[in-house]
Structures are given as structure tokens and as C-alpha cells.
């Protein structure tokens, strides 16, 4: 189970070629996540423990915003773009990989718990 606090995410493009890199920060409390990249993307969604087979579910709606361009080569285009991610993680002490499907395309992305959040 993924613990609530706040996440350093590294991501990077699975496929033939160089691979491209990227990195956000999260925050996890209550199974409710929220987060943003350094390019203004934000992503919102909810964590789901399913105990039956020990991940965590994760479900995120990216907004993706005007004339974004994600390491993938999705570009959002003038209006911006929300694309849906959906994954499942192992508990992440302090880290943990998956592999999502973003626009079509696989990323790989690891997370490191870097601590609670402030009471």
C-alpha cells in the first residue's frame, strides 16, 4: 500500500531510440492524489488499495496544458489536453516502478516516498 505523503516521480519513454526523461512531485493523502510536473502539467486522481492482490490502483486525469508536449511526443495542441493514466504500484519503500500507457505510448515510472505530510 502506497502510504500518504509526498512522491518524487521520474518517468521515462519505453520503445526503440534514445529514451526521454521526466519528473514530477505528488502528493498522496487520504487516496486522493494531486500533483504537477515542471512544465505546468497537473494531474488529479485517486489511490485504491487492492488487498486481494497487494497494488495500489492508481487513476489520474493529466491536464496537459496549450502547446504542451509530453516526453512521449504527444503535443496538446492550442486548447491543451486531459489525458487519463491508469496503473497499479507495489508499496513504494522507499521506491517502487510501474509501467503506464500515456497517449498511446509506454512509460516507465519510478516512485520514491520522500515523507509525510505535515499535521
Request: aromatic share 6%; net charge negative; with cysteine.
Amino acid at each position: 500500500m502506497l502510504e500518504d505523503g509526498l512522491y518524487d516521480l521520474r518517468y521515462t519513454t519505453l520503445g526503440d531510440g534514445a529514451a526521454d526523461r521526466g519528473n514530477a512531485l505528488a502528493v498522496l493523502r487520504a487516496g486522493r492524489i494531486l500533483g504537477s510536473d515542471p512544465c505546468g502539467g497537473l494531474f488529479v486522481g485517486s489511490c485504491e488499495f487492492d488487498s486481494e492482490a497487494r497494488l495500489s490502483k492508481v487513476r489520474l486525469q493529466f491536464d496537459v496544458p496549450p502547446e504542451g508536449k509530453l516526453i512521449t511526443g504527444f503535443s496538446a495542441g492550442p486548447e491543451g489536453a486531459v489525458l487519463d493514466i491508469v496503473g497499479t504500484v507495489a508499496r513504494a519503500s522507499p521506491r517502487a516502478a510501474t509501467v503506464v500507457e500515456v497517449a498511446g505510448a509506454k512509460v516507465s515510472v519510478e516512485l520514491t516516498y520522500l515523507g509525510p505530510l505535515p499535521s
